[in-house]
């Protein structure tokens, strides 16, 4: 079956945004997808791994499959502004199974779980021949090894199919499985363990021109706590984040947007005519700040500029448990 694309342009990272992660068994993925159902989307995960029981791959790969030919047939409009769509197999033989099988022409890549120096081999192997993107997500035991993941990255970085690798995307919960641990309500991400595990990555990755994505804010009920660690997210260069909620989908969208200070900033370091000067009460130094200048003008091409002053948030207090449960 067909696994090619015919995109005029190559996609950028930025691209991303709030990435909600679907399970592949709901049948509304294709409402999603073309009627703007969750508005703001830019782009979505179909998931046949850990959302999935084992004795439902069957119908979710049948219920995928009828996705699919749902999406094709969209109308002109509904194609021009769709979110990007991208499904995460279970593993290697789940995607030989699906390009072998399936019409993946609407789908723009595949999430590579569980992804190590070991896999990688097999995974250039399969996907190859295709025009899909990768999105490799660091979630296994190997991320904790610091020089196992700058072996990874330099390795990545020297790839023949480097090209198709889009965003190296950060596994938090399996990573925080890993250690027998879960998040407190009341932390973010960067309260933990893995604060040290994100920046390690992205000294390895970011100097090596890959983009990072953030782990999932799995608290969907506390908007201070997910604002507190999209500060942090964009602090670290991240360049988009995990959703698994609609409600997460606009306020990740509204941090990434670049506040009007920063923007001015960029564009006076990238047309500067001094080696240093100051600006909004800081030096500015085109030789070394030149890399951030045009990530923020990236960014707000993709999210805008926001008039809102710079916020510098405390860590969030603690709180009583929610009552009740959302439901999605």
Known sequence: MSAFRHDTEPLSPYQLGAT????????????????????GLSSLVICLEDAILAERIPAAIQNVSHILTRIGRATPTQASTR?????RPRHPEMARWLIEHLDLSQVH????PKFTLASLDEWAELLEPTSLYWMPTLESIEVFDSLEMQQLAKTLAQHPL???ILAIRIGGNDLMNLLSLRRQRNLTLYQTPLAQVIQNLV???APRDFSLTAPVCEIIDDPALLAAELEQDITHGLVGKTAIHPSQVQRINRALMVNSQEHQDALNILNASQAVFQAHGAMCEPATQHRWAERVLIR????????AEPQYTTPPLPQQPPQGVLNY
Do not use: W
């Open 83 to 87: 979110p990007l769509v991208f499904i």
């Open 300 to 307: 707000a091409r993709y999210y805008g500029i926001s008039d």
């Open 109 to 112: 890549g595949f999430v590579l």
């Open 162 to 164: 480097r090209e198709r």
């Open 203 to 205: 000294c390895q990755f």
């Open 20 to 39: 909600l992660y679907m399970p592949a068994t709901r049948t509304d993925i294709d409402q999603v997808v073309l009627n703007n159902k969750v508005p």
